[in-house]
């Protein structure tokens, strides 16, 4: 998904794509899918002090990286993510996690499902989600991530990160796409105000996936953000 947006970045840092436990091909425990839980596999993963640039549950789980492991994490950028989502927003995402735990007979299928489920999103955008997010098994194709740990992420994403937020000492830049349906302009003008000193930007043209939908846009508010605080 952060294909395009590393691709732009690539020239100024060295750039390293992780599938977070519970998706792609990372382990998929039965439990463990706390914000600290995902946290934690961060700082192990990381060698240096690092740019964290995360995009809705990897958003929330930078800034509490941030926060838990400062010494690792030279900056923050949380796209699509904040404090004050609303409890009804968050009981249409786990209504959508668990339509997508289905297999499919067809990549073809595949295709025509994720476009009608994300009609915003480009046909590049289409093509990887459907080539790096699913895997053959006995004939037919499902999604990577468990739906068990699906499940269990969306209870984690109601955990207040209002605290985070007001606590955080590195850096930060929060992202929003200018149509995001999960970050709501109230749950938006909340965070600007709990903390107004944060880095924030809108991102025209987008709503949700806001990386995928805007990759050039999002690359350029990474480079002004990095700059700025150098």
Same mark, same amino acid.
């Given at each position: 998904m952060f294909e395009p947006v590393a691709e732009l970045l690539a020239s100024r840092f060295r750039i390293v794509c992780i599938d977070q436990r519970g998706h792609g091909r990372a382990p998929k425990p039965k439990s463990g899918y706390s914000a600290a839980d995902y946290a934690r596999d961060i700082a192990k993963l990381v060698e240096e002090k690092t740019l964290l640039i995360g995009h809705s549950l990897g958003a929330r789980n930078a800034l509490?990286?941030?926060?838990?492991?400062?010494?690792?994490? @030279?900056?923050? $950028?949380?796209?699509? #993510? !904040?404090? #004050?989502?609303?409890?009804?927003?968050?009981?249409? +995402?786990?209504?959508?996690?668990?339509?997508?735990? %289905?297999?499919?007979? @067809? /990549? &073809?299928?595949?295709?025509?499902?994720?476009?009608?489920?994300? *009609?915003? +999103?480009?046909?590049?955008?289409?093509?990887? %989600? =459907?080539?790096?997010?699913?895997?053959?098994?006995?004939?037919?194709?499902? *999604?990577?991530?468990? *739906?068990? =740990? /699906?499940?269990? !992420?969306?209870?984690?994403?109601?955990? &207040?990160? =209002?605290? !985070? $937020? !007001?606590?955080?000492?590195?850096?930060? +830049?929060?992202?929003?796409?200018?149509d995001s349906k999960l970050v709501s302009p109230e749950a938006w003008a909340r965070t600007r105000s709990l903390r107004p000193d944060i880095a924030a930007r809108e991102i025209a043209g987008a709503d949700h996936y806001v990386p995928e939908e805007q990759p050039a846009a999002v690359a350029a508010a990474v480079l002004d953000f990095w700059d700025s605080i150098q």
């Open positions: 509490v990286a941030g926060i838990r492991y400062p010494q690792k994490v @030279s900056a923050v $950028v949380a796209i699509d #993510f !904040t404090p #004050f989502i609303e409890r009804e927003v968050f009981d249409a +995402l786990e209504a959508r996690v668990d339509a997508g735990a %289905r297999d499919f007979f @067809s /990549m &073809d299928e595949i295709k025509s499902y994720l476009k009608s489920r994300y *009609p915003r +999103l480009p046909a590049d955008a289409i093509e990887r %989600r =459907a080539r790096h997010g699913y895997e053959q098994v006995d004939g037919r194709w499902r *999604p990577l991530a468990a *739906p068990e =740990a /699906m499940r269990e !992420t969306c209870k984690g994403l109601r955990e &207040d990160l =209002a605290a !985070t $937020v !007001t606590s955080i000492k590195v850096p930060v +830049l929060l992202l929003r796409g200018e």
